[in-house]
């Protein structure tokens, strides 16, 4: 096995590890703050509602992870039995099926998950009898005599020599992978809820300021920058404040080095208007484990109107 290949397993391992026993100290010291906390008027019904929408959240999040790892462990399988089925019989191995549907992009879309899983079993079903139909194949060579009947056992047992090490390394490397993802949704929830109850946040990075009429919708933007020489895991988090809600998309997103895209931010305006500059919500911005960047987004509502959407640029 190539040394790199060892190490950045290693790597992710200590890095997985270490943010677990964050994500653990974190959630002791939520805990902590909420006790002390916990007599503050009208706290409890604001960390229900900031509760809710960050479950929502976390179900998007674990979702879109669950479906990457579906999506790269099928493959890596399936690349293994092709090498071994070529190495085995290269004269009779089916024509190969064509590589399934690309993930859908990254924003949270229900539907078109469920339409992209429905091509992907399809896919997967063809697969299935792609293999189907050579081991018939290779049953017919053994009882035709062309092909000896311990043929096969041996050369497996070969192959399984030769590669489970390389094929364990890299469902490693894909289970480290899952992990980091579910330790994203824990610590960018715990982050939220232990900012709800400090009541005090940093002063953020950038701040957005958007303007409509009372229970109407706000889009904006905001532009998202790798400017480190990897590509870099970004998660975008959004926190709404008061009576608004405020959600990103797309959630997660892969920034190759130097690569930039745009953030869309959605903000639900109160059917009341408060009087105004409002804080409408905080959005924090992960990626290269280094400090978090954040975005205060302010917003200004206009007297009662039908509600409607409005779109500003950035």
């Not at 959600?247 to 080095?257: D, G, I, K, N």
Request: aromatic share 6%; with cysteine; charged share 20%.
């Amino acid at each position: 096995m190539p040394p790199d290949r060892v190490e950045r397993l290693q790597r992710l391992e200590r890095v997985n590890l270490e943010r677990s026993s964050a994500t653990t100290a974190g959630l002791q010291r939520l805990l902590s703050e909420l006790a002390g906390a916990s007599a503050r008027p009208g706290l409890l019904t604001k960390l229900s509602r900031i509760g809710q929408e960050q479950t929502s959240l976390a179900y998007q999040q674990l979702t879109e992870a669950g479906i990457r790892f579906i999506w790269r462990t099928t493959h890596l399988a399936l690349a293994h039995r092709d090498d071994y089925l070529s190495g085995l019989s290269p004269d009779r191995v089916p024509a190969a099926a064509p590589p399934p549907m690309p993930l859908p992009a990254s924003e949270y879309d229900p539907a078109r998950w469920i339409g992209w899983y429905q091509l992907f079993a399809a896919w997967a079903a063809e697969q299935q009898a792609r293999s189907a139909m050579f081991y018939r194949a290779l049953a017919d060579e053994v009882a035709a005599g062309r092909l000896a009947p311990d043929a096969v056992q041996s050369s497996a047992q070969a192959f399984v020599k030769a590669r489970h090490e390389s094929y364990l390394v890299e469902m490693a490397e894909l289970y480290a992978e899952l992990v980091s993802d579910i330790l994203d949704v824990a610590g960018g929830c715990l982050d939220v809820l232990t900012t709800a109850i400090a009541d005090g946040p940093i002063a953020p990075h950038v701040v957005l300021e958007v303007r409509g009429p009372a229970a109407g919708t706000v889009t904006t933007g905001l532009l998202i920058e790798n400017a480190h020489s990897q590509a870099a895991n970004v998660t975008c988090l959004a926190a709404p404040a008061g009576e608004f809600g405020l959600t990103v998309s797309p959630v997660t997103m892969q920034l190759e080095a130097g690569e930039s895209r745009r953030l869309a931010v959605q903000v639900a305006l109160p059917a009341v208007a408060p009087s105004g500059l409002s804080l409408a919500g905080r959005i924090t911005i992960r990626g290269h484990g280094e400090m978090d960047l954040t975005a205060a987004v302010h917003a200004r509502v206009d007297p009662a109107g039908p509600p409607q959407d409005s779109t500003q640029l950035p």
